[in-house]
Each structure stands twice: as C-alpha cells, then as structure tokens.
C-alpha cells in the first residue's frame, strides 16, 4: 500500500517557465515541497573572471595557470583515475560518494558521449577531475569533481571551474550546473561560499511530497 510518493524535479534554471508549470500542477494534485535545495550553477554567457569570480579565486586561478596545468578531455583509460581523484578528494572532506566505480561504469555505457571525463594534467598525474553530463542541448552538468590530495591549498577545482566555463562556452553550452549544496534544506555554508566565489548563482531545485492515509 502506498504511503507517499517523492517527486524531484529540476532545477528551476532548467526552464524557468516550465517549472512553474509543474509547481501549479503539483500543488493542484495536492503535493507539497518537502525540500528546497539551493542550487548553484555559472550562467555562461553572464560569466566573467573579473567580475563572476572574487579576489581571493582570481589570484589561485592565475597561480595555476602558471604550473603548466593541461586541461583535457580524457580517454577511456583514464576514467578510473579521474574516479578515483574524485573519490578520495570525497573521503577526506568526509563526503559522501553516492556511486561507486561500478555505477559510473555502467553509466558510461548508457550515456556513452553524454558523459564527459574532463580534468587538469602535469606530469602525467591527474590533478583535478570532473565528470559531467551532457544533460540537455545548452546545459552541462557537474556530476562529481575533485582534485589530488597535497594540492588543495593551490585550489585547482578553483582553476577548472574556470577552464570548465571556456570548455562549456565553445560547445555553446549556455549554463554550467555545478549541483545542489544542500541537503534536505539544510544549506552547506562552505560549499555554497565556494561556488558562489567561483562565480555561481543560485535557483531552487524541490523535492515534492504526497502522502496517503
């Protein structure tokens, strides 16, 4: 017997007169938000270093831009490196990971070009990672990123926020969604600062709920 039924929808960004579509419809069909989750993603064509970005990001983007960083799309044979960038960048900030290796592997094989392995190389060592999905024509989405550990107080992710927005703007993407940073409501202040700071704004993205008594 059915208790309720949880409905996630889009971020609102997605398509803004859409999403007002299904928060009508939703309500009328007597479901409530359960959650509002703070979405951050960069609008491409509104972004500028200069401007999107603060001080602090400016100056570690400018510094890695020195160390001979290579931005590259990466093959197949270094997907499981880039996984495991990520996974342990996760582990030591005390993160959840909500996929394993196996489940990013079986999504390779269902989305195939959608998604996209993207990282900073020196010296043949992966030093920050992304994988994203081709989730719609205009928008690319940051599924997971990290970067190498012994690296952090350079900020490379603050160096591939950057290079992910010249990657997105010569495939014409318009938005780059870099996720949600909240859960169940509840807003992480450092990760939201960090986004915001890397030139991220935000939309909600909600979680609708209908209970049967």
């Not at 880039?82 to 990971?97: D, M, S, T, W």
């Not at 996929?99 to 060592?125: C, H, P, T, Y």
């Not at 949600?180 to 450092?190: L, T």
Request: proline letters at 1%; charged letters at 25%.
């Amino acid at each position: 017997k059915i208790k309720n039924i949880n409905i996630k929808v889009a971020p609102q960004i997605y398509n803004i007169s859409e999403s007002s579509e299904i928060n009508s419809i939703l309500h009328n069909l007597g479901f409530e938000i359960k959650y509002s989750e703070i979405n951050q993603y960069i609008d491409i064509n509104n972004y500028s270093i200069d401007k999107s970005v603060n001080y602090g990001n400016r100056k570690r983007i400018k510094n890695c831009s020195f160390l001979n960083y290579k931005f590259v799309e990466l093959n197949n044979e270094q997907y499981f490196s880039a996984f495991q960038v990520i996974e342990n960048n996760r582990k030591r900030r005390g993160y959840p990971l909500t996929m394993n290796w196996s489940g990013i592997s079986d999504m390779v094989k269902v989305f195939n070009k959608k998604l996209l392995f993207l990282g900073l190389i020196k010296d043949e060592e992966i030093i920050a990672s992304a994988i994203c999905i081709n989730v719609l024509k205009d928008i690319l989405y940051v599924f997971y990123w990290g970067e190498t550990g012994g690296h952090e107080n350079l900020s490379p992710i603050a160096y591939l926020s950057n290079k992910l927005v010249d990657y997105a703007k010569s495939k014409d993407f318009q938005i780059l969604d870099i996720g949600i940073s909240s859960v169940k409501s509840k807003v992480n202040s450092g990760l939201f600062k960090f986004k915001k700071n890397i030139g991220c704004v935000a939309c909600n993205k909600f979680i609708y709920e209908k209970s049967f008594f």
